[in-house]
């Protein structure tokens, strides 16, 4: 299928690993001129040199720590004529109250919630006035399914999944879509890194981890390029009359419960 994604221009935060590297390969795969955004210099370092192995200067990276003061500066040069913004930055603790003091919780949230908010604050109003653009964050099944043991990504997620409902209805009238997706477990160092966190809090043994894995559907946490087929899709002309949606991507688990 042609998606006709070629030559348009996509910025990708969080875009060095994970789901974030894996939407970066399907845009250039299909034509698309892709920057990476990430706050480690050497992952970026490292992703550039794999992406640019196969499809050249397509690709760039930048090093922006989305939570810092001056991020939101750094960031308005690189959105300035932005056809696709990709918001995947995040990287939000487990735990309940008593695990996740004041400044963590703040931290996190400077990276995603406003992360999020401040590059589309930024991007936004350039999509209007041009009447054409897609913005698609990837947010997290914790938004639609809070749990105590993640309640600081629980309600990040939640927050973000509404003001993507908002922006989207509100941005449709100017020829501009914005969506979300919430996907479930992915295999991604980050899904490792979240679960020993979790399973420290509820099992007393990070190592025992993949204890709270069972009954995945399909067997298996979902891959990074299965999310990244959904987003290009999503960014694509084929699904023009969508915005204002997020679309819970956990192969079911919530219902099966």
Same mark, same amino acid.
């Given at each position: 299928?042609?998606?006709? %994604?070629?030559?348009?221009?996509?910025?990708?935060?969080?875009?060095?690993?994970? @789901?974030?590297?894996?939407?970066?390969?399907?845009? =250039? &795969?299909?034509?698309?001129?892709? &920057?990476?955004?990430?706050?480690?210099?050497?992952?970026?370092?490292? &992703?550039?040199?794999?992406?640019?192995?196969?499809?050249?200067?397509?690709?760039?990276?930048?090093?922006?720590?989305?939570?810092?003061?001056? &991020?939101?500066?750094?960031?308005?040069? %690189?959105? /300035?004529?932005? +056809?696709? =913004?990709?918001?995947?930055?995040?990287?939000?603790?487990?735990?309940?109250?008593?695990? @996740?003091?004041?400044?963590?919780?703040?931290?996190?949230?400077?990276?995603?919630?406003?992360?999020?908010?401040?590059?589309?604050?930024?991007?936004?109003?350039?999509?209007?006035?041009?009447?054409?653009?897609?913005?698609?964050?990837?947010?997290?099944?914790?938004?639609?399914?809070?749990?105590? +043991?993640?309640?600081?990504?629980?309600?990040?997620?939640?927050?973000?999944?509404?003001?993507?409902?908002?922006?989207?209805?509100?941005?449709?009238?100017?020829?501009?879509?914005?969506?979300?997706?919430?996907?479930?477990?992915?295999?991604?160092?980050? =899904?490792?890194?979240?679960?020993?966190?979790?399973?420290?809090?509820? %099992?007393?043994?990070?190592?025992?981890?993949?204890?709270? =894995?069972?009954?995945?559907?399909?067997?298996?946490?979902?891959?990074?390029?299965?999310?990244?087929?959904?987003?290009?899709?999503?960014?694509?002309?084929?699904?023009?009359?969508?915005?204002?949606?997020?679309?819970?991507?956990?192969?079911? /688990?919530?219902?099966?419960?």
């Amino acid at each position: 299928m042609n998606l006709n %994604l070629e030559s348009k221009k996509v910025l990708i935060t969080g875009g060095s690993k994970g @789901i974030g590297y894996a939407c970066a390969e399907l845009f =250039l &795969a299909e034509g698309a001129e892709v &920057a990476v955004v990430s706050s480690q210099s050497q992952s970026i370092e490292h &992703a550039l040199q794999k992406l640019q192995a196969t499809y050249g200067q397509k690709v760039t990276g930048y090093a922006v720590d989305l939570s810092a003061p001056d &991020a939101q500066t750094r960031m308005a040069e %690189l959105l /300035a004529d932005v +056809d696709i =913004l990709v918001n995947n930055a995040g990287a939000i603790p487990g735990g309940g109250l008593d695990a @996740i003091d004041d400044e963590r919780w703040r931290k996190a949230w400077d990276l995603k919630v406003f992360g999020y908010i401040n590059t589309i604050r930024d991007v936004l109003p350039k999509m209007i006035q041009r009447k054409s653009g897609v913005i698609i964050n990837i947010i997290g099944m914790a938004g639609a399914a809070p749990s105590y +043991d993640y309640v600081c990504g629980s309600m990040a997620n939640a927050s973000l999944i509404t003001f993507t409902k908002a922006v989207g209805g509100y941005s449709s009238k100017s020829g501009v879509r914005v969506l979300g997706v919430n996907p479930g477990p992915t295999e991604t160092d980050r =899904l490792i890194k979240l679960y020993k966190e979790r399973a420290k809090y509820q %099992l007393g043994d990070e190592n025992r981890w993949r204890e709270l =894995l069972p009954g995945l559907p399909f067997g298996r946490p979902q891959k990074p390029e299965e999310i990244a087929n959904l987003v290009v899709f999503l960014a694509s002309e084929k699904a023009s009359y969508l915005s204002g949606l997020v679309i819970d991507a956990d192969g079911g /688990a919530m219902y099966a419960r």
